[in-house]
């Protein structure tokens, strides 16, 4: 059984889509409890407003012992500032979430809020696994393969960031691609503006040389922004700042695509009734893009499953971070990058001396 | 009559696809002059093999004055990195076109050559204009709105940027997309990982108080990788390696789901056949996306008009950077951007005392 300590204060669409999410998660994914932690007054006044079907799936999930509230009593009000307002206020939803991961209640934390404020409260609550400077975001992206999502980190923890600190990306995101992924050797680049060596910044001149002396990655070099949905690549390595820019560029472009289509479409009625006939078709291409789909994002370096979802997430997408965060636990993600880290580090020592 | 110096070598598919494209240009496009720079023998080769209609074409424009071939011997092999060909190569096509330029007997260089060497010899050959630290490379990017396309810049020339350059760059965007893109007052963003002003890295957080203290330009503050094909920003401002790698995404996003879409079309015959009688919306979903049509990107800051297209340019590209080139010189840009750069330091000259 995996233990799910779920944020239900954190997002756009709190506290509702996240009770919804809890309560699908509970029904719908086997052997996982969800422990639904945020104000309890709030999340009653949810459940009191749930459709019939929904409160009776929610009250059976509550007796069966697969969903369980936990009161947090402290909010972060509007005005304030997620990070700072994670370090004031102690008994917030996601510090106490975060507490049931750390005292072993729980196996995986699961929130749509601040991801800033999450990565605080992760490395406040949890600390870092031994040997990491920096904690990362991973963000799983649809590529050309389906059978092949890039996995792009850090997509935003960490702003002007150390070339070592890029090589250990490298090495989670490695352990991530192979073990939740599936990939038996995943291909590591390094986000540059071109494939050559001598292509890049300073941070990618000085990051090259280190993740080629890398070992037990496959790295195969720089790549460019063509790669990110090029289907040859599994593991993209970036600093924060252009991970994020890259990550919201992708859904930036896949909106507007979807936007000219449905505008197309709809310009006269025998093209509505076209669609209409294709529309098996569009809701294959939608399913594909889906970033509610793809959206859970660990925070590896941690050690803990912290899953980190989209602040507009729904209930849909509330669902699939928590199947994100059950395959993390399951496959003992944070664990396996502890053993690697520690692997290289003892290597990188030999070498030295 | 706008004269352009068109680099004939330049591109993947040099010098065929580039011939072609001169002729249609000569051909469609009003009061234009093309020289053809390249190695002469190369393009009378690609000349000779030209269809029937083509070739009548082609010779009805040398003999109307509207295409005249140039020959520069040197020829960048493939093994030379062009950059550092174009130093040593003082004949070889961009140098001679550029050249062309210099002396005042064409006013547009265009080419789908390597960027950083048609930045090279720009700044070799032209010099920059006064006052301009570096000049950037513009790139236009469709939106969801398909009369705001959004100018991003740098798209690729300065790596490793110092925060004033960065104020240049939204001082020459301003004008490009004023005087071109005919946006009244062009709303200008700074790129970073949210809109708060405390959002970013230390580059954005040096930037930012500099763009809001300069007059003259719309800064509406930081932007996101979601603002890029939103439709509400007119100029987006990065340094050029995260300018580069957002350009290349955005391709790589739209190239993956016409993939997808394509795939989606084709697995039925039910499905083929609504798609053949969609056939229409999906041939103008296509144009929109078309990065052959956005293609031409002029470098800003140099004394002359400057159009770098795509290295897998066709003769289709090459006719809309043509096109991107008389409507840069029409409209003065780079003359423009010499009064707006001096009226500006002027300004912060003035602060200063």
């Known amino acids: 059984m995996t233990r799910i300590a779920l944020d239900a204060m954190g997002g756009d669409y709190a506290p509702k889509q996240v009770v919804v999410g809890a309560v699908e998660a509970a029904v719908g994914i086997p052997d996982v409890k969800i422990y639904l932690v945020g ?116 997509a935003g923890a960490n702003m002007d960031c150390h070339p070592e600190w890029l090589v250990q990306f490298a090495i989670m995101g490695n352990v991530y691609s192979k073990t939740v992924l599936r990939r038996e050797s ?54 924060g700042f252009v991970g994020n820019v890259v990550l919201k560029t992708v859904e930036s472009v896949a909106h507007a695509i979807g936007g000219w289509l449905k505008t197309e479409l709809k310009k006269s009625l025998f093209r509505k009734i076209c669609a209409l006939m294709l529309k098996g078709a569009f809701n294959s291409l939608k399913k594909q893009m889906d970033p509610e789909v793809y959206g859970g994002a660990p925070l590896l370096g941690v050690p803990g499953n912290v ?14 971070a928590v199947k994100a965060g059950v395959a993390a636990a399951t496959n003992d993600v944070s664990g396996l990058i502890e053993k690697s880290i520690a692997e290289h580090a003892e290597k990188a020592q030999e070498t030295q001396q």
Request: hydrophobic share 40%.
């Open 307 to 320: 899953i980190i979802t989209h602040g507009n997430s729904t209930h849909k997408a509330i669902f699939y």
């Open 186 to 239: 995943p291909a590591v680049g390094l986000l540059s503006i071109g494939t050559e060596d001598c292509k890049g910044n300073e941070l990618i001149h000085e990051t090259y040389p280190l993740l080629k002396n890398t070992d037990g990655i496959n790295f195969v070099g720089n790549i460019e922004g063509h790669d990110i949905c090029g289907g040859e690549i599994d593991v993209a390595v970036a600093d």
């Open 39 to 154: 104000r309890k007054d709030a999340i009653d006044k949810v459940v009191a407003a749930l459709a019939k079907d929904r409160k009776a799936l929610y009250s059976s999930a509550v007796s069966k012992g697969l969903l369980e509230v936990v009161d947090a009593p402290d909010q972060v009000e509007m005005d304030e500032v997620p990070v700072d307002a994670v370090r004031r206020k102690k008994d917030c939803s996601i510090n106490v979430a975060m507490r049931l991961v750390k005292d072993g209640t729980a196996d995986v934390f699961v929130s749509a809020g601040n991801s800033g404020a999450v990565a605080t409260s992760a490395i406040l609550n949890l600390g870092r696994i031994k040997g990491v400077k920096r904690p990362a975001i991973a963000m799983v992206l649809p590529t050309k393969k389906p059978s092949r999502p890039l996995l792009l980190l850090d």
